[in-house]
């Protein structure tokens, strides 16, 4: 039954994930109506499950979960895909231009 609700909660968290960078996405594709070349990408995650640490880029303090394996690659290897269907160039690096940052933190 442990398993079973662990299984689920993990379930949810990642589904929370995919739904935060579609959302994040949809926005960003509609505001984009001209050309701005490669787009980076950069993909976080906050180390240190249990504990509250303060978030580099908002400044906010939060509690970090535990996050899957993988994850951090999964939401990189989502969003090359969705920028490549819409014709948007992609780096893995901030240098240069516009870049998206993303910190996972569950």
């Known amino acids: 039954m442990i398993v079973m609700r662990q299984k689920k909660i993990f379930i949810d968290k990642l589904m929370a994930i995919f739904l935060a960078v579609f959302l994040m996405l949809s926005a960003l594709a509609a505001d984009i109506s001209y050309a701005i070349g490669d787009l980076g990408i950069i993909v976080e ?37 969705s920028l490549s269907a819409r014709n948007i160039g992609y780096r893995k690096d901030k240098n240069n231009g516009n870049y998206v940052n993303l910190m996972i933190y569950s």
Do not use: H, L, W
């Open 45 to 81: 995650r906050m180390e240190g499950a249990g504990e509250v640490k303060k978030c580099n880029v908002c400044g906010r303090f939060m509690k970090v979960g535990n996050i899957p394996r993988g994850a951090d690659t999964t939401i990189n290897n989502i969003i090359q895909e």
